[in-house]
């Protein structure tokens, strides 16, 4: 800078002062040990800060009258005058990117870190120097070795980083807390004291609190509840409940000689339905291999391939079990609400924007519980039935 701008040296020394003040400082790109310093230096001249305090603004404008010129104004231009640039604004005395990067952050905190480690062991050998000189020294000497050894040692056990691992991988939370357990036997770690307290009938929200707060669940996966190609949710299937409850009304509700025949009147109604409500599918007939169901001895599964006929399948599903409903039959009653429950759910879903608010949200939380608990019921009243395929194995 003194060579290419002819500045003194004590001018320098005032920028870099200047620059450090207001943290324009950061490590040079591609020289870790370089410095540099973002000031904004004019060489065409210099503005002092009476120079700021005197500036003025003005705006001109071209048009026929006032109004035109500001009849699409997008900034208030009438408020106040410069604030006062010698307090902590900086921004406007500077150039490029002002902050620091992560990376380099992490860099100069580390090599701050080294430096004071590396005084304090200096002062600390030469203390242990004197104490074998003077005996009286040599009681400072081992307070100053002891805290030098807490101070150096690792906060946090080895053996906690190797839980998260594991538990990131999918290791039960109970053996987590068996092996902390273990290890805190010999080690006095208090993260890991913490998760040896957990109780093991119930370990996975006090692991998974004393790793999040230790910083050390970032291997932990994450469920989230998102809408998939195939209307497939976690617990949620909409295809195979709709698929079911088609067999359902061939085998009880529309019974005949053969359920063939039953399927071609859970056919016709379908037609009749889609006629009516105006909706489209992209398949033409309901069949059993579209239904997933080779004999009484499997379980149904839908195998349409577009998203949106599973909310037209469950909206038929609820149209026929709404309007063919008994009284004495539980299980017509716990279709129809599981799917109202999970027709509302998609509703919700497919309406809303990529992010919820919080009433749709709840509201597809609230949906989800019921069809659950109408999913439930639909499987104890089919056990009771003798309508479950059941494994012999």
Same mark, same amino acid.
């Given at each position: 800078?003194?060579?290419?701008? &002819? ?6 020394? @005032?920028?870099?002062?200047?620059? #450090? ?7 040079? /790109?591609?020289?870790?040990? $370089?410095? /540099? ?7 065409? &001249?210099?503005?002092?800060? /009476?120079? =700021? ?12 009258? $006032? ?15 410069f604030p006062d640039l010698g307090g902590a604004e900086p921004a406007l005395a500077t150039e490029g990117d002002k902050s620091l990067g992560v990376k380099q952050k992490l860099a100069m905190y580390l090599k701050n870190g ?12 030469? #203390? ?23 101070? $150096?040692?690792? !906060? ?8 998260? @691992? ?15 357990? *273990? ?13 040896? *307290? ?12 004393? =790793? ?11 469920? $989230? ?5 195939t209307f497939e949710y976690p617990c949620l299937h909409p295809r195979d409940f709709a698929a079911s409850c088609i067999i359902y009304f061939c085998a009880k509700t529309f019974k005949s000689s053969r359920i063939g025949l ?26 059993? !291999?579209?239904?997933?169901?080779? +004999? ?8 349409? +391939? ?11 599903? /609820? ?18 609400? &599981?799917?109202?429950? #999970? ?26 519980? !019921? ?14 039935? #003798?309508?479950?395929?059941? *494994?012999?194995?």
């Amino acid at each position: 800078m003194k060579s290419e701008l &002819g500045y003194p040296e004590d001018r320098i020394e @005032k920028i870099k002062k200047w620059a #450090i003040a207001k943290q324009l400082v950061r490590l040079c /790109e591609y020289d870790e040990d $370089t410095l /540099e310093y973002w000031v904004n230096v004019r060489t065409s &001249g210099t503005l002092s800060r /009476e120079d =700021l305090l005197t500036l003025s603004k003005s705006r001109t404008h071209e048009q026929e009258t $006032t109004a035109d010129a500001f009849a699409h104004e997008q900034v208030d231009l009438s408020v106040g005058g410069f604030p006062d640039l010698g307090g902590a604004e900086p921004a406007l005395a500077t150039e490029g990117d002002k902050s620091l990067g992560v990376k380099q952050k992490l860099a100069m905190y580390l090599k701050n870190g080294l430096k004071a480690k590396n005084s304090v062991s200096t002062v600390a050998d030469k #203390i242990r120097a004197l104490a074998l000189e003077d005996q009286s020294c040599k009681a400072l000497s081992e307070k100053i070795d002891a805290e030098f050894l807490k101070m $150096t040692r690792f !906060e946090l056990s080895q053996t906690v980083v190797h839980i998260a @691992k594991i538990y990131g991988k999918g290791a039960p939370a109970a053996d987590c807390v068996e092996e902390a357990q *273990s290890a805190s036997v010999k080690d006095d770690c208090p993260v890991l004291r913490r998760i040896a *307290s957990a109780r093991v009938a119930d370990p996975d929200e006090p692991l998974f609190k004393a =790793l999040k707060d230790c910083g050390h669940a970032l291997d932990v996966p994450v469920t $989230t509840l998102k809408l998939d190609n195939t209307f497939e949710y976690p617990c949620l299937h909409p295809r195979d409940f709709a698929a079911s409850c088609i067999i359902y009304f061939c085998a009880k509700t529309f019974k005949s000689s053969r359920i063939g025949l039953a399927l071609d009147h859970v056919n016709l109604l379908f037609r009749n339905f889609l006629a009516t409500e105006k909706e489209r599918v992209n398949f033409s007939n309901i069949t059993f !291999e579209l239904l997933g169901y080779e +004999s009484s001895r499997t379980y149904p599964m839908g195998h349409w +391939s577009k998203n949106l006929d599973t909310a037209v399948m469950i909206k038929f599903v /609820e149209h026929v079990a709404a309007n063919n409903l008994d009284p004495g039959d539980p299980v017509m009653q716990l279709i129809v609400q &599981g799917s109202s429950a #999970i027709n509302h759910f998609m509703r919700v879903l497919l309406s809303a924007p990529y992010w919820l608010c919080e009433s749709e949200a709840w509201q597809a939380i609230f949906a989800g519980q !019921e069809f659950l608990s109408a999913f439930a019921g639909l499987a104890q009243a089919c056990y009771h039935q #003798i309508l479950l395929a059941t *494994s012999q194995d």
